[in-house]
């Protein structure tokens, strides 16, 4: 019997059910160890039920991809799918980014969040080795975000007072959580401008467990916090602030040179924070506390001495060379941030509501953990520290293996190959050991001599000799 031809438009839904079933990255071979893959699996009814070309895993794995791309612009996602239909001789979509923009809307914040909790739990099992008696450190810190100037955007986030209308971004504040052995996020909250660092991390207190070590610096120096992360089991190291240092004739025992045991006395009044009179009155008068003057012998750095306090209060089981070396690792959350901010471009989303500003932010995070996942196993396998392997180059490596995990025909003999051999790539790029070494703040290119904006574009007006202003680089 003659088999009838198919028809045009069932050979295009046969060819576009085809391209719904190969992911948009086919990186997500390298991350299914680190995803749960069944929170991406399709829904029968609700959002993202019906098939179609950006399905709800296909829409992940494009977001996750995006993320990573140099340009991060939507149209760098429609563009992969165009070469990835070319490739396979199939016809090329439209170049309207308006399906994979509607598509990231249905994704659900709920699907993201398990995500990203579940690569925050992995963060406990990858550690590679301890850093202060095989208990887990967990170093926060705060830094700011900008996002798109759009109105909901400035509800949600106001620029700065000092600036005027028009002429600012919305401003995100962020604390993060993260684990100093492995450079996992483990935790985070976003606020605005008026959030300080330190009721952003009280909403974190879940994220430590009893047994932990907090790391802070002086902006988290709190004695209501440094008391109930006592209470929780967990100890903390931060710099003294805003307290003058206990001299060693009124400290209640002197454990060492520039160590000692000091009473720290409860302050006379509340500060203004998010917790009630009720929880201030059950804090106690006063903690027995170690006060550790470190003194920093390499040149050229900010500060030459400061004052650590610690509830580490056993000298000889935490001597206190130990606990100073591990306040000066506390510079790793800095590169932390500047690994998500920097090399990830996340300094400045792109997003033009909270909702998916949101989205941005968490997807971001995920991207950064698997990452450090992938690191962290990559250290493992070559016997190498966690340090010595650079994010930089772990994200080159991802960017340009890409393209060829996204061949049209690839087994899964050959991913497992390409995989194996991205690992070891991954653990050949090392950083130089330069311990000590100096990194000021400084800009060395200059900016264009181009005018600060300080009135709304509309009603900008241009200075006719532009040679002859000279732009500010505060």
Known sequence: ???????????????????????????????????????????DSGLSSRRRLFTKENTFWAFFSQVLEADRGCREVVRKLQALCASQSKPLPSSSTAAYCQARARLDATSLEHIFAHTAKLGRTDSPGDKLNGRRVVVVDGTGLSLPDTAANQRAWPQRANQKPGCGFPQAALCACFCLASGTLLSYRVGNKKSAELPLLREQWDTFEPGDIFLGDKGFCSYYDVWAFQERGVD??????????????????????????????????????????????????????????????????????????????????????????????????????????????????????????????????????????????????????????SFKGSVQALRHWETHFNQAKINGAEQARLLRRLIESIAEYTTPHRPGRREPRVRKRRPKNYQLMTAPRLEMSEIPHRSQYRASTA
Not at 7 to 36: D, H, M, V
Request: aromatic fraction near 8%; charged fraction near 25%; include cysteine.
């Open 1 to 43: 019997m003659r088999r009838r031809p198919r028809s045009a438009s069932r050979i295009l839904a046969e060819q576009r059910s085809e391209l719904r079933q190969k992911t948009l990255s086919e990186l997500g071979q390298c991350f299914r160890q680190f995803i749960p893959t069944q929170v991406l699996e399709q829904s």
């Open 236 to 389: 903390s190291v931060v710099t003294l602030a805003r307290r003058t240092p206990v001299a060693e004739a009124e400290s209640v025992k002197v454990l060492g040179e520039n160590d000692r045991l000091i009473r720290w006395s409860k302050p006379a009044h509340r500060q203004a924070a998010n917790y009630s009179h009720a929880q201030w009155a059950d804090s106690p008068d006063t903690l027995l506390l170690r006060q550790i003057k470190v003194t920093v012998k390499q040149p050229g750095f900010r500060a030459t001495t400061f004052h650590l306090i610690t509830t580490l209060l056993d000298a000889e089981a935490y001597p206190a060379s130990d606990i100073a070396d591990l306040y000066l690792q506390r510079w790793d959350v800095e590169l932390f941030f500047r690994d998500i901010k920097t090399t990830l471009g996340m300094d400045v989303l792109r997003c033009k509501t909270p909702a998916m500003v949101s989205k941005e932010i968490q997807m971001y995070f995920i991207a950064y953990n698997a990452i450090r996942h992938l690191m962290n196993q990559a250290a493992q396998e070559q016997n190498l520290s966690r340090r010595r392997l």
